[in-house]
Structures are given as C-alpha cells and as structure tokens.
C-alpha cells in the first residue's frame, strides 16, 4: 500500500521493487487491487483476514477521496500524485473536488 500518496505501488521494475512513488493512480488496478484484498478477506480465514479487510478499506477510501468527482459524479481514469487534479479522459482534466 502506498501510505504516502494513499491507494497502491502500481508501478515496479524488473526487481519488484516500486520503481516510483509519482506515478499516476489507474483507476482499472485501483479498483482490482481493492477487489482482490476484499476478496482475500472473504476467503482467508485466520490471522491475515483482518489486514486484508484493511487493505481493501484503504483501497475504497482512496477510490472515493482520489478517483471520484463529486462535481460529475463519475470516476477520473488517472489521478496524478501528489496533487488532487485528475484526467477522466486524455482530453479532460479537471480538479476531483
């Protein structure tokens, strides 16, 4: 999980180590990360559950205080790092608000 930006590492390098902390957040692998962990907590029944349902909830917050537009009511396809502007589309930017 990327506590510094919030949502997940989406990018590595060759060695599996985060290649950068500044890349954009895809809203695709944002919410498939989610999903997993959601998922992980429903399947997995011992010690580990709780920190998959944690990692899911950290998934959902940042779905909703990164990707969703509260002005359009629609979800931004990328979210830059670091600052609150969003792109739904390569043509549109507008702030997440």
Sequence with gaps: MDTGHGG?????DNHGQVSTG???GHLVSSSRLTINFAVAAQIFDDD????YLM????GVNYLRSHHFNEQTGGYAWLVEQ???ECSLFTHLSQPCS
């Design 8 to 12: 997940y590492y989406q990018q590595f």
């Design 22 to 24: 500044d890349s954009p």
């Design 48 to 51: 580990t559950r709780d920190d």
């Design 55 to 58: 990692a899911a909830l950290h």
């Design 82 to 84: 670091g600052d609150r």
